[in-house]
T-cell receptor, first 113, second 113 residues
Framework: AQSVSQHNHHVILSEAASLELGCNYS??????LFWYVQYPGQHLQLLLK??????LVKGIKGFEAEFIKSKFSFNLRKPSVQWSDTAEYFC???????????FGRGTSLIVHP | NAGVMQNPRHLVRRRGQEARLRCSPM?????VYWYRQLPEEGLKFMVY????????ESGMPKERFSAEFPKEGPSILRIQQVVRGDSAAYFC???????????FGSGTRLTVV
């Protein structure tokens, strides 16, 4: 069974700091990869997704993620965070042939102004 | 486009009562998914439905939980004889096709007292 690991459960940064959130998965075949964000009290929103092509994916709000197949990773990055980026971030993976993505446990990001 | 609509937003039930959670998918979406979110545990898949069919219910508890997506009307997640451990946020998501990113609803926060 596929699994998704988000090793950083809680991250605290100051505004303008750079962000990288780790995501690793356990499936060796074709995958579809997603990052979702959940702002306090709100529903999950899709930040970005990777299906194929350029492994560097640009999403909304200045976020990007890089798919590194050899490392089974899909880390999320942002060069300069803002207070409004405070949220829970979830990585999700669809293994080839599966229609149900597996979600990571989530990373709680707090950005201090 | 109203997105995925879930109601109620908050639901309080006494132990032993029934809880009914409703989800109307995004217009044009025929795939509906239910997830449960517990604190510090991320999102856990429960069930995947298409109109009038349960496609995958591997994440549903065997007892007390059921789901339907009738030809007309919203998808319903039904929890009979609720217990305190059922307290959680229940999210519905929809998609136009399998394997692509979801659109999530705002969730129903169930509290069992």
């Amino acid at each position: 069974a596929q699994s998704v690991s988000q090793h950083n459960h809680h991250v605290i940064l100051s505004e303008a700091a750079s962000l990288e959130l780790g995501c690793n998965y356990s499936y060796g075949g074709t995958v579809n990869l997603f990052w979702y964000v959940q702002y306090p009290g709100q529903h999950l929103q899709l930040l970005l997704k990777y299906f194929s092509g350029d492994p560097l994916v640009k999403g909304i709000k200045g976020f990007e993620a890089e798919f590194i197949k050899s490392k089974f990773s899909f880390n999320l990055r942002k060069p300069s965070v803002q207070w409004s980026d405070t949220a829970e971030y979830f990585c999700a993976v669809n293994a080839g042939g599966s229609y149900i993505p597996t979600f990571g446990r989530g990373t709680s990001l707090i950005v201090h102004p | 486009n109203a997105g995925v609509m879930q109601n109620p937003r908050h639901l309080v039930r006494r132990r032993g009562q029934e809880a009914r959670l409703r989800c109307s998918p995004m217009k044009g979406h025929s795939h509906v998914y239910w997830y449960r979110q517990l604190p510090e545990e991320g999102l856990k898949f429960m069930v995947y439905l298409q109109k009038e069919n349960i496609i995958d219910e591997s994440g549903m508890p065997k007892e007390r939980f059921s789901a339907e997506f009738p030809k007309e009307g919203p998808s319903i997640l039904r929890i009979q004889q609720v217990v305190r451990g059922d307290s959680a946020a229940y999210f519905c998501a929809s998609s136009q096709r399998t394997g692509e990113g979801y659109t999530f609803g705002s969730g129903t926060r169930l509290t069992v007292v």
